[in-house]
Nanobody, 123 residues
Framework: VQLVESGGGSVQSGGSLRLSCSVF????????AGWFRQVPEKKREAVAAIRGDRTTNYADSVKSRFTISQDNAKNTLSLEMNMLKSGASAMYSC??????????????????WGQGTQVTVSS
């Protein structure tokens, strides 16, 4: 299984970006997935998660501004990010797991990881 992110880039504060994660290989019929972000020398942070029953979980800092979605037919995961703030600058990575998560916000709930795509938000 391979996860490949795309869609990162530079945007001004208040702008929007849409990240995509393409899944190559079979995980399971209703796999769970999530987005994490990390800046150098800081702990990885869970951003958003979704599982097979379409339950979602968002970090408080992104609620109402970010939307996670999953298209199993296309084997893709997306993260729509609106009203971006400068504090959102980070390397964003997608992750997937064959089972439904309990919280979706812990790294060890996931088995597969992408390499990441950089998001830079300027003020």
């Amino acid at each position: 299984v391979q996860l490949v992110e795309s869609g990162g880039g530079s945007v001004q504060s208040g702008g929007s970006l849409r990240l995509s994660c393409s899944v190559f290989g079979y995980i399971s019929s209703g796999y769970s997935a999530g987005w994490f972000r990390q800046v150098p020398e800081k702990k990885r942070e869970a951003v958003a998660a979704i599982r097979g029953d379409r339950t979602t979980n968002y970090a408080d800092s992104v609620k109402s501004r970010f939307t996670i979605s999953q298209d199993n037919a296309k084997n893709t995961l997306s993260l729509e990010m609106n009203m971006l703030k400068s504090g959102a600058s980070a390397m964003y990575s997608c992750a997937a797991a064959p089972r439904w998560w309990l919280s979706g916000r812990e790294g060890d709930e996931y088995k597969y990881w992408g390499q990441g795509t950089q998001v830079t938000v300027s003020s």
